[in-house]
């Protein structure tokens, strides 16, 4: 009796957890697996390889916005990325690629923005092999268990003290202390291809996995208003590629007429944002 009525319970939680995973499959307003080759054209190619956290310039319904204070938990998250930063275990770019590109569009939407960071941690931890996915699988469990008897708050409870002198770190840590980031990088990105005033357009590059350049940016004409340091481009960063050679960064204005057809405000009124060289070139 115990047996078949724990069968049944199952069977209604398997059948909630399938129906709400049933509708976070891939948004396509179809339902569909696998495509065939030759029904991936280009527009559909760039459509799936769009990166999620390039959201600017989409078709959206009016939201309110609200001020909300940080609950401890976010807090507590952002402070855990400032210190990995700080102890070299990555930079600030691969949490962005980690926490904002990589979970997919469904994730990026539907996480609380924290919530990404803290899959940023998780996924970084095990990554650098500085733990293993089944340690944290355990881990995981028995938090929770700690939560369903009652425990609140939960407070940190760690196993054990690790040997940080065996931990492998990056250089950026050491190279940007008293400097800070950017400076670090000063002198050694070579001349600035661009000056003040320069009329540029930003390229139309193929995104693959990560940029930090807007899609509504690409393709538009704009002016350099300042040159603004040297670093590792987004693209290089993210990946913890320091071996690459830093570039310049600008910042570019454009005229908001010539990013929204429909713009319907003054005609004088521009946008700013900072772009890295390899997305500029030469109006002319």
């Given at each position: 009796?115990?047996?078949?009525?724990?069968?049944?319970?199952?069977?209604v939680?398997?059948?909630?957890?399938?129906?709400l995973?049933?509708?976070?499959?891939?948004?396509?307003?179809?339902?569909?697996?696998?495509?065939?080759?030759?029904?991936?054209?280009?527009?559909?190619?760039?459509?799936?390889?769009?990166?999620?956290?390039?959201?600017?310039?989409?078709?959206?319904?009016p939201?309110?916005?609200?001020?909300?204070?940080?609950?401890?938990?976010?807090?507590?998250?952002?402070?855990?990325?400032?210190?990995?930063?700080?102890?070299?275990?990555?930079?600030?770019?691969?949490?962005r690629r980690?926490?904002?590109?990589?979970?997919?569009?469904?994730?990026?939407?539907?996480?609380?923005?924290?919530?990404?960071?803290?899959?940023?941690?998780?996924?970084?931890?095990?990554?650098?092999?500085?733990?293993?996915?089944?340690?944290?699988?355990?881990?995981?469990?028995?938090?929770?268990?700690?939560?369903?008897?009652?425990?609140?708050?939960?407070?940190?409870?760690?196993?054990?003290?690790?040997?940080?002198?065996?931990?492998?770190?990056n250089?950026?840590?050491?190279?940007?202390?008293?400097?800070?980031?950017?400076?670090?990088?000063?002198?050694?990105?070579?001349?600035?291809?661009?000056?003040?005033?320069?009329?540029?357009?930003?390229?139309?590059?193929?995104?693959?996995?990560?940029?930090?350049?807007?899609?509504?940016?690409?393709?538009?004409?704009?002016?350099?208003?300042r040159?603004?340091?040297?670093?590792?481009?987004?693209?290089?960063?993210?990946?913890?590629?320091?071996?690459?050679?830093?570039?310049?960064?600008?910042?570019?204005?454009?005229?908001?007429?010539?990013?929204?057809?429909?713009?319907?405000?003054?005609?004088?009124?521009?946008?700013?944002?900072?772009?890295?060289?390899?997305?500029?070139?030469?109006?002319?």
């Amino acid at each position: 009796m115990h047996s078949r009525f724990y069968f049944e319970v199952a069977i209604v939680a398997n059948s909630v957890m399938g129906d709400l995973v049933s509708q976070l499959r891939v948004a396509f307003h179809r339902l569909q697996d696998w495509a065939y080759p030759d029904e991936i054209h280009h527009d559909r190619f760039r459509a799936f390889m769009k990166t999620p956290h390039d959201v600017g310039g989409e078709p959206d319904a009016p939201a309110v916005f609200e001020e909300k204070e940080e609950e401890q938990w976010e807090l507590n998250t952002f402070v855990t990325c400032e210190v990995l930063g700080w102890r070299g275990i990555w930079t600030s770019e691969e949490r962005r690629r980690l926490g904002n590109v990589d979970v997919g569009r469904m994730l990026y939407q539907g996480f609380p923005y924290y919530g990404r960071w803290v899959l940023a941690v998780a996924r970084c931890l095990v990554d650098k092999r500085h733990i293993t996915l089944g340690e944290l699988i355990d881990r995981a469990a028995e938090v929770r268990g700690r939560a369903v008897a009652g425990a609140t708050p939960l407070e940190p409870e760690p196993r054990t003290v690790g040997d940080a002198a065996a931990v492998p770190r990056n250089r950026h840590h050491v190279e940007a202390v008293g400097k800070g980031d950017p400076q670090c990088f000063d002198g050694l990105a070579g001349d600035a291809r661009f000056a003040v005033g320069d009329a540029v357009v930003v390229r139309e590059l193929p995104t693959i996995f990560y940029t930090r350049t807007q899609e509504y940016l690409r393709g538009k004409p704009g002016t350099v208003v300042r040159v603004s340091y040297e670093s590792l481009a987004s693209e290089d960063e993210a990946f913890d590629r320091e071996d690459q050679r830093p570039e310049w960064f600008y910042i570019v204005r454009f005229k908001m007429t010539d990013l929204w057809a429909p713009y319907a405000g003054p005609p004088n009124d521009t946008l700013q944002a900072e772009i890295s060289e390899r997305w500029l070139q030469p109006a002319s």
